[in-house]
């Protein structure tokens, strides 16, 4: 039950990143595109265009759940494959408390960019 | 009636060990059809994608050093080894992506048809989707396409 519980999530998360990871890979790769279109005006990685978009609530809400989505996904993943390759109860809980405080320290460092961001 | 002497059938069952592939079982499919070896790309692209993901948080956070260590980043990324790895990031997500919405596709039952009486010839699932599977990555070409046209014009 806890395991199709945490592949359900796995599944909500890939299906967010989808729509998440869609946009900031289509703002950040896909800018010539956009600047032909004449919906991006100066230089997306611009220190201004990267300060005025991160002291945005809805574009910090965004990154940080995008952040949040791809660690899950990330390291849901990551945890099978480590799995398959020890598969051992010892090292089964080496492997998840290692994802687990790997996944909390980058989103917590995530997090701090992000609010830290906002006050620029 | 000649009685035939029988010869006791020994069957070996294979260790544990030996029925590992290793890294052979990763990036070999043997007779299995396209999609095992787009369930091996998928795997290789997820792997590389969360080890880069640090990396880019660790980059965006440069922006909090002010203007100049942010110019100082951009331009060391500037450099054709990072645009190489930029390039890579892009088809390793754009597959992964594309690739991921087919399996939820599948997972949700979609694409896969009407269950039947197993008659042989058995239908099969994949082969039902092949026609989804090859217009996805007809679709992941193009965006790639377009990506890498994006990132080298910029």
């Known amino acids: ?120 | 009636m000649v009685a035939e002497a029988q010869t006791p059938v020994r069957t070996q069952v294979p260790s544990r060990l030996s029925m590992r592939l290793g890294l052979r079982g990763w990036v070999y499919a043997g007779r299995y059809p396209a999609e095992r070896y787009l369930y091996i790309l998928h795997r290789l692209c997820g792997l590389g994608l969360i080890l880069y993901l640090p990396l880019h948080v660790w980059v965006t956070g440069r922006r909090l050093q002010g203007p100049e260590a942010w110019q100082q980043t951009m331009a060391i990324l500037s450099r054709p080894v990072f645009v190489a790895g930029e390039i890579l990031v892009l088809a390793a997500f754009v597959f992964h992506a594309i690739n991921g919405f087919r399996l939820l596709f599948g997972h949700l039952g979609c694409a896969l048809g009407r269950p039947e009486y197993p008659v042989y010839p058995y239908p099969v699932a994949l082969h039902r989707q092949r026609r989804l599977t090859t217009a996805l990555m007809v679709l992941a070409g193009a965006f790639l396409a377009a990506g890498v046209w994006g990132l080298l014009t910029k």
């Open chain 1, 1 to 120: 039950m806890r395991e199709s519980r945490l592949w359900a999530f796995h599944l909500i998360c890939g299906a967010g990143l989808l729509v998440l990871l869609s946009l900031h890979m289509g703002l950040m790769h896909y800018a010539g595109i956009l600047a032909l279109l004449g919906w991006v005006r100066e230089p997306v990685l611009s220190f201004p265009s990267v300060v005025e978009r991160g002291r945005g609530a809805a574009w910090a809400v965004m990154y940080v759940l995008l952040l949040g989505f791809a660690l899950y996904h990330g390291l849901y993943g990551l945890r099978g494959v480590l799995g398959e390759i020890w598969d051992t109860p010892r090292a089964a809980r080496f492997i998840n408390a290692g994802v687990v405080t790997f996944g909390l320290a980058v989103l917590v460092y995530g997090v701090a960019v992000a609010v830290q961001a906002a006050r620029l």
